[in-house]
């Protein structure tokens, strides 16, 4: 058995050592006695160390990051009332052509044949054109041919907004009234159920929407 002590002690040594040695090797052999004699308390004192701060960690650490099991119930009533709506889209004006072993000319007013393959020739102040169409005739005669032409004609551009449910000039349009909340209703209780009577989930009249939901979430770490 080390008395008690005997890590006081060898230091002592070791300081006098330090002192009065000049042998390296001395030293040395001090620092390994004190080692043997001296690691149970020196491994009992790393522990309690240890131990303190694992404890101190649990005790600062936030009470949530504890948890080991987290349970949500969510219950919920969603109530929607359409609002009026139109959307259109507007038909562009477009010009394509294409063809092969053809000749393609224009003849303009009070003017004689030119080559061209034709186009948009003007556009009005409300976006709609005005096409000019070639002539086609086969460029050599008893060879294969092919000549294809295709344009369309943009609407014209409103000067004002359309009012719902209206029909104005353009080519696509989508036109939808304002819903009407009639009977529509819906509300939760404290106990996570729906309400009954004349508050329970109703729909109600024409682009109305009551949506209902309950969720429980268990989440265990």
């Excluded at 709609?128 to 169409?133: E, G, L, S, Y």
């Excluded at 460029?139 to 092919?146: K, M, V, Y």
Aim: charged share 10%; hydrophobic share 40%; net charge neutral.
């Amino acid at each position: 058995m080390v008395p008690e002590g005997n890590h006081l002690y060898l230091a002592y040594i070791v300081q006098i050592f330090n002192r009065t040695s000049d042998s390296g090797t001395r030293i040395n052999t001090c620092f390994e006695c004190d080692f043997w004699l001296n690691r149970g308390e020196r491994y009992r004192g790393i522990m309690k160390k240890a131990s303190l701060l694992f404890v101190m960690a649990l005790l600062t650490a936030p009470l949530s990051a504890r948890a080991d099991i987290h349970h949500r119930m969510t219950t919920s009533a969603a109530l929607q009332v359409d609002a009026a709506s139109t959307s259109v889209t507007r038909a562009g004006n477009t010009f394509s052509i294409s063809g092969n072993n053809v000749t393609t000319t224009v003849t303009p007013s009070g003017g004689s044949a030119a080559a061209s393959l034709g186009g948009i020739s003007a556009m009005s102040n409300t976006g709609v054109a005005t096409f000019t169409v070639p002539d086609a005739t086969q460029t050599t005669a008893g060879n294969a041919f092919s000549f294809t032409t295709s344009l369309t004609t943009g609407d014209a551009i409103a000067t004002s907004a359309p009012a719902t449910g209206a029909v104005l000039n353009y080519s696509n349009q989508y036109s939808t009234a304002a819903g009407s909340a009639g009977d529509l209703a819906g509300q939760v209780t404290s106990a996570h159920g729906f309400a009954t009577g004349d508050s329970a989930p109703t729909a109600g009249g024409a682009g109305t929407t009551v949506t209902t939901q309950f969720v429980s979430d268990l989440t265990i770490r």
